[in-house]
């Protein structure tokens, strides 16, 4: 006599240990033999959608679509520290545009990749489909809503007969008087098919049937709206869920609502409520340490950083963050202990060791230095990344005193990465003292072009024009230089010193 287990028991098994295609096969043999096994049916609805489902709390990359059509902004100019559209003054006392890089909106480069870090608000449709986007590729996103389309056909996939469920088929009133199985199916809608509209009526359905009292209704008609761009709908759906019942995920969806309005003191002060009701939860204290990393208040992000891991002592992205501002604080060697406490949790990547690497050089420790680099190349996975290794390596012979290999790993960084600005400057700073003018004033230029939140390559190319007396180019170069960095005192001493020949003419 064998001892089968019973083939339900063994689906909600593998679906314990998130084996979800074993799982959706069993049930489907069970609805085979009876397809009005509603256990089998709602199930295989949970597997199907498990396969796909994307987190919908940490904020997505907005799309150019999204970005330059937005027609919820209020105020066009907002008042300095009000908004993330506009990158805003150095905050409280962090390390200045001189010594630490900025991203293409104004923003300091932070210590971890998130969605949104990468994509800032670029002014200008040019600026906007120039300008790469994400952490991985050149191509800017098209529009948020392209990710869901993907996400959506690539889900027909896991059936070769078609989908599992017939939607437009669907009586929703009468599924959603069951409670049961109307959760499961509205999941299902919402993440697997991606038919934001059907789940959106379903769910309008159901919290009626619930006569209101629901909330997590209420919180998934407010995503429902959030996908479909109508922001202040989705608002009035979460603060009435968060009225009924207070939730940490309602909390983050509601912030998520006020960021994308542009509404960062808003979304600041809801987080410091919830954490009130939440003492100590970490996604809240991160929510908070990302709005302040977002609008240039390094020194306030960093004690929300130091927060998180007061509570979860193995959080990657506060560690990472904390350990890049010790870096650019000139504290190499405190960065140091926090990525080698990462190396320690087991995260091995090119990123980290290129990290490792710079931190071994300025604190003097050099016999790890190139061997650090030397692990970051080899687990390089594509040319972006061996690109950003190589300028570095620059670095250290420029620190070292070798300005022949400096000028060969720059190059190197360029053949790697062809919109590489950073490289093209200090390519050009290295042939300026070469006293290769022309070749100089040709490698500025791309860099300029390139990046425009970037002020080194238009103050080296005004510096540049100065020193062979076209004092008209350098004086423009000055002021866009000034324009991106308004507190750098060399630009404004030359700025100075040109208005005083031009007033001598």
């Known amino acids: 006599m064998g001892l089968d287990m019973d083939p339900m028991f063994l689906a909600w098994s593998y679906f314990r240990r998130r084996k979800f295609q074993f799982c959706a096969d069993i049930c489907t043999q069970l609805l085979d033999e009876n397809a009005y096994d509603q256990a089998a049916w709602s199930l295989k609805t949970r597997a199907l959608t498990e396969m796909v489902y994307v987190d919908e709390v940490d904020v997505e990359q907005e799309g150019i679509a999204e970005v330059m059509l937005d027609d919820s902004s209020i105020a066009q100019i907002a008042r300095p520290g009000t908004s993330l559209k506009l990158p805003g003054v150095n905050q409280g006392g962090g390390p200045s545009l001189a010594v630490r890089p900025m991203s293409q909106s104004g923003r300091p480069i932070t210590g971890f990749v998130r969605p949104g870090t990468q994509s800032g608000r670029p002014g200008t449709m040019e600026q906007a489909i120039k300008t790469p986007r994400t952490a991985y590729t050149a191509q800017p996103v098209t529009s948020a809503s392209g990710r869901f389309v993907r996400l959506g056909t690539a889900s027909m996939l896991t059936n070769p007969d078609g989908p599992f469920i017939n939607i437009s088929r669907l009586n929703l009133a009468k599924y959603a008087g069951k409670a049961n199985l109307a959760k499961t199916l509205f999941e299902y809608i919402f993440h697997h098919e991606n038919d934001v509209k ?111 891991l007061k509570q979860d002592n193995t959080n990657v992205e506060s560690i990472a963050c904390i350990g890049s501002n010790h870096f650019y604080s000139d504290q190499p060697e405190i960065a140091l202990r926090f990525y080698r406490r990462l190396l320690q949790m087991g995260v091995y990547n090119c990123q980290l060791f290129n990290n490792l690497g710079l931190c071994c050089f300025y604190a003097q420790q050099y016999d790890m230095t190139l061997s650090s680099f030397e692990r970051a190349l080899s687990l390089a996975v594509n040319d972006e990344e061996v690109a950003d290794v190589w300028y570095n390596l620059g670095h250290v012979a420029v620190g070292t005193g070798d300005i022949n290999l400096a000028h060969q790993c720059f190059k190197l960084a360029l053949a790697n990465n062809n919109n590489h600005a950073e490289a093209y400057n200090n390519l050009a700073v290295l042939e300026m003292r070469k006293g290769h003018h022309e070749q100089a004033r040709g490698l500025l230029q791309t860099a300029a072009a390139l990046a425009l939140h970037m002020y080194e390559p ?41 208005q005083q020949h031009f007033a001598m003419l």
């Open 198 to 308: 059907t789940a959106l009526d379903l769910a309008a359905l159901a919290t009626e049937q619930s006569q209101f009292k629901d909330w997590w209704w209420k919180v998934q008609i407010g995503k429902c709206y959030y996908r479909l761009g109508l922001y202040r709908e989705a608002e009035k759906q979460f603060k009435s869920a968060i009225k009924q019942q207070e939730m940490v995920d309602t909390i983050l969806y509601l912030a998520k609502v006020y960021i994308r309005l542009d509404q960062p003191l808003t979304a600041l002060s809801l987080f410091k409520q919830g954490l009130d009701r939440f003492p100590g939860e970490v996604t809240l204290l991160t929510g908070i340490a990302r709005i302040y990393d977002e609008m240039n208040n390094i020194v306030s992000a960093t004690e929300y950083y130091k927060e998180v």
């Open 458 to 498: 238009h103050y080296n190319f005004a510096a540049l024009s100065d020193k062979v007396g076209d004092l008209q180019s350098s004086y423009v170069a000055a002021q866009k230089s000034a324009t991106a960095f308004p507190e750098h005192v060399d630009t404004q001493q030359l700025i100075k010193q040109l």
